[in-house]
């Protein structure tokens, strides 16, 4: 899919990479394209749109400005609706707002995982920026489309109409199945109403959707509000008519959808376990592929095994598919997996019996030949934290805490519910905070976990290891799952008497304020920080939302 792009700059000739014809479409707000095309060129008196009144208090802030003032800008340019959708879906608490990454970054890895599929973004150029850069540290490849404001455009509602008219542009048949707009916070707060989007435009599907950090507290959900919105679109085009089959033809068999992102190997194994039920792995979802949606659509059951894609699985359901929550880890997971999915297709019990009786011996036989000694404790925002503690306390491991920054839904109740039967405490919604405060309370022999829980861990001399790196780039499920992170858990563990050196080496060099090279005895400056804490906090409840919109704006 890659072409190759040469450029010449100066007398440097560089090549850029591009998986598309994205970069080379002008935006709205290419001055060079913007003669001849009614666009406003600077300077030139825009037009307020009737489309869009937004509210110009959102200008200017950000996840740095208070979750509380772009709601009520949100709120106050109309957006409640989206908001209250939102407040059930991805419900908050007892921590409101995971410490992670911008939200959006989900769903703009979904879109740009996708062929064909063109994404343009509507947000603070440091929010794009900063989501542009993690995609292609992720290894995008792909071009970012990005629709700029300011505060003019903002307020006028120039930016909805610089939107619309990127999106004309960009909607080629030739290269794109779809066209995602993706307003950030501060559209989102302003009420840019992606809605009014054309939603087809020369057979391009156009789909804007709306991801702001104080709506979606997580990445992981906000790849469900994409994947949802194009179910959604998909469903709608397959009730009305016959649509694209997909690459490989229809499956001879039943399908079990995959709802959630996966290790590679991770459908094949489940493929090879639904094969003795007469049924076969069906597209993961989200997809890589437009036509994949209705493939997905077009299932026997859907297997939630990632539990929080609240918003597709209401399109599943729509679409009268039953949904499977929990997922084949481990001995038991294996199990109850199986007869559910067997009552959720119809599969004679018989059948499921043989299937059980086939694979379960072989995974007992997978966690015993790979054991796992040690007390670990566990936290992560992918979801598949409740999952990966099934696997470990099954392999031997002493589990105490799992943490996952994900909402409780029914779709891991029993996987909460078996953890707690066995004496782990499980935290949703769990802050960075709990998740430390774990690790000192238990003093695990080693953490897994976010980054900053692994960096704790470490200064205290106990084995950490990133759950989004090291234990999500593994197969989990199945026997291929069964035993698969004991090599680098018990690697980890056994690094203790590492650490250990390691703090007795560098004992003394000071923490905190005093670390690093003095010539003198540090000075204790924390005072100062106490002080001008409590001052802007002080600062922070004496002004209004009001006033602190205006005085950023
Ligand atoms: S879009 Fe993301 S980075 Fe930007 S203000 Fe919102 S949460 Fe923060």
């Given at each position: 899919?890659?072409?190759a792009?040469?450029?010449?700059?100066?007398?440097?000739?560089?090549?850029?990479?591009?998986?598309?014809?994205?970069?080379?479409?002008?935006?709205?707000?290419?001055?060079?394209?913007?003669?001849?095309?009614g666009?406003?060129?600077?300077?030139?008196?825009?037009?307020?749109?009737?489309?869009?009144?937004?509210?110009?208090?959102a200008?200017?802030?950000?996840?740095?400005?208070?979750?509380?003032?772009?709601?009520?800008?949100a709120e106050?340019?109309?957006?409640?609706?989206?908001?209250?959708?939102?407040?059930?879906?991805?419900?908050?608490?007892?921590?409101?707002?995971?410490?992670?990454?911008?939200?959006?970054?989900?769903?703009?890895?979904?879109?740009?995982?996708?062929?064909?599929?063109?994404?343009?973004l509507?947000?603070?150029?440091?929010?794009?920026y900063?989501l542009?850069?993690?995609?292609?540290?992720?290894g995008?490849?792909?071009?970012?489309?990005?629709?700029?404001?300011?505060?003019?455009?903002?307020?006028t509602?120039?930016?909805?109409e610089?939107?619309?008219?990127?999106?004309?542009?960009?909607?080629?048949?030739?290269?794109?199945d779809?066209?995602?707009?993706?307003?950030?916070?501060?559209?989102?707060?302003?009420?840019?109403?992606?809605?009014l989007?054309?939603k087809?435009?020369?057979?391009?599907?156009i789909?804007?959707i709306?991801v702001?950090g104080?709506?979606?507290?997580?990445?992981a959900e906000?790849?469900?509000v994409?994947s949802?919105a194009?179910?959604?679109?998909?469903?709608?085009?397959?009730?009305?008519?016959?649509?694209?089959?997909?690459r490989?033809?229809?499956?001879?068999k039943?399908?079990?959808t995959l709802?959630?992102?996966?290790f590679?190997?991770?459908?094949v194994?489940?493929?090879?376990?639904l094969?003795?039920?007469?049924?076969?792995?069906?597209?993961?979802?989200?997809?890589?592929?437009?036509r994949?949606?209705?493939?997905?659509?077009?299932?026997?059951?859907?297997?939630?095994?990632?539990?929080?894609y609240t918003?597709?699985?209401?399109?599943?359901?729509?679409?009268?598919?039953?949904?499977?929550?929990?997922?084949?880890?481990?001995?038991?997971?294996t199990?109850a997996?199986?007869?559910?999915?067997?009552?959720?297709?119809?599969?004679?019990?018989?059948?499921?019996d043989?299937?059980?009786?086939?694979?379960?011996?072989?995974?007992?036989?997978?966690?015993?030949?790979?054991?796992i000694?040690?007390?670990?404790?566990?936290?992560?925002y992918?979801?598949?934290?409740?999952?990966?503690?099934?696997?470990?306390?099954?392999?031997?491991?002493?589990?105490?805490?799992?943490?996952?920054?994900?909402?409780?839904?029914?779709?891991?109740?029993?996987?909460?519910?078996?953890?707690?039967?066995?004496g782990?405490?499980?935290?949703?919604?769990?802050?960075?905070e709990?998740?430390?405060?774990?690790?000192?309370?238990?003093?695990?022999?080693?953490?897994?976990?976010t980054?900053?829980?692994?960096?704790?861990?470490?200064?205290?001399?106990?084995p950490?290891?990133?759950?989004?790196n090291?234990?999500?780039?593994?197969?989990?499920?199945?026997?291929a799952?069964?035993?698969?992170?004991?090599?680098?858990?018990?690697?980890?563990?056994?690094?203790?008497?590492?650490?250990?050196e390691?703090?007795?080496?560098f004992?003394?060099?000071?923490?905190?304020?005093?670390?690093?090279?003095?010539?003198?005895?540090?000075?204790d400056?924390?005072?100062?920080?106490?002080?001008?804490?409590?001052?802007?906090?002080?600062a922070?409840?004496?002004?209004?939302?009001k006033?602190?919109?205006?005085?950023?704006?």
């Amino acid at each position: 899919m890659a072409d190759a792009e040469d450029r010449k700059g100066g007398d440097r000739k560089t090549t850029e990479v591009v998986y598309d014809g994205a970069a080379a479409t002008p935006m709205a707000n290419d001055l060079a394209a913007a003669s001849g095309t009614g666009m406003a060129a600077p300077g030139e008196n825009m037009t307020k749109s009737p489309s869009n009144v937004p509210s110009p208090e959102a200008d200017g802030l950000g996840c740095h400005g208070g979750q509380a003032e772009m709601r009520a800008a949100a709120e106050k340019a109309g957006q409640s609706e989206i908001l209250e959708r939102y407040a059930v879906d991805y419900p908050k608490g007892p921590h409101d707002q995971p410490q992670s990454m911008c939200p959006a970054f989900g769903s703009l890895r979904v879109g740009l995982r996708m062929r064909r599929t063109a994404t343009v973004l509507s947000g603070s150029a440091c929010c794009v920026y900063g989501l542009s850069f993690v995609s292609h540290f992720y290894g995008a490849r792909r071009t970012v489309g990005y629709v700029p404001f300011d505060s003019e455009t903002l307020v006028t509602g120039k930016l909805f109409e610089d939107i619309r008219e990127a999106v004309h542009k960009l909607a080629d048949p030739e290269k794109y199945d779809a066209v995602i707009v993706t307003n950030l916070c501060v559209p989102t707060a302003s009420g840019v109403p992606l809605r009014l989007l054309p939603k087809e435009i020369n057979g391009v599907r156009i789909i804007g959707i709306d991801v702001p950090g104080f709506g979606v507290p997580t990445h992981a959900e906000a790849k469900d509000v994409l994947s949802g919105a194009m179910l959604r679109y998909a469903r709608t085009e397959a009730e009305l008519g016959p649509v694209q089959a997909p690459r490989g033809g229809p499956s001879q068999k039943p399908t079990v959808t995959l709802l959630g992102e996966m290790f590679p190997a991770d459908p094949v194994g489940l493929g090879m376990m639904l094969e003795p039920l007469g049924l076969a792995a069906g597209p993961v979802v989200p997809t890589r592929e437009w036509r994949e949606l209705y493939a997905a659509l077009d299932c026997a059951a859907v297997a939630a095994l990632h539990p929080f894609y609240t918003a597709s699985i209401r399109e599943f359901q729509e679409a009268g598919r039953p949904i499977v929550g929990s997922a084949p880890v481990g001995h038991d997971g294996t199990a109850a997996w199986l007869d559910a999915i067997g009552e959720a297709c119809g599969i004679a019990r018989d059948c499921v019996d043989q299937t059980k009786n086939r694979f379960l011996p072989m995974i007992k036989g997978a966690l015993a030949n790979a054991p796992i000694k040690g007390r670990v404790t566990l936290s992560g925002y992918e979801g598949s934290e409740l999952l990966v503690a099934r696997l470990l306390l099954e392999s031997g491991a002493n589990v105490p805490y799992v943490g996952t920054a994900c909402p409780k839904t029914p779709y891991s109740a029993a996987d909460c519910e078996w953890l707690e039967a066995r004496g782990v405490h499980v935290e949703y919604r769990a802050s960075l905070e709990k998740d430390i405060a774990a690790v000192e309370e238990f003093r695990p022999d080693l953490a897994i976990g976010t980054t900053p829980v692994v960096q704790k861990a470490k200064e205290m001399a106990i084995p950490g290891l990133y759950f989004t790196n090291l234990i999500s780039a593994r197969p989990l499920f199945g026997v291929a799952g069964a035993g698969s992170l004991a090599q680098v858990v018990n690697a980890a563990i056994g690094n203790k008497a590492r650490f250990d050196e390691m703090r007795e080496f560098f004992d003394g060099v000071g923490h905190g304020d005093t670390a690093g090279l003095w010539e003198g005895v540090p000075a204790d400056h924390s005072d100062f920080r106490r002080k001008e804490l409590a001052r802007a906090e002080k600062a922070r409840k004496a002004a209004d939302p009001k006033r602190v919109a205006e005085s950023v704006v």
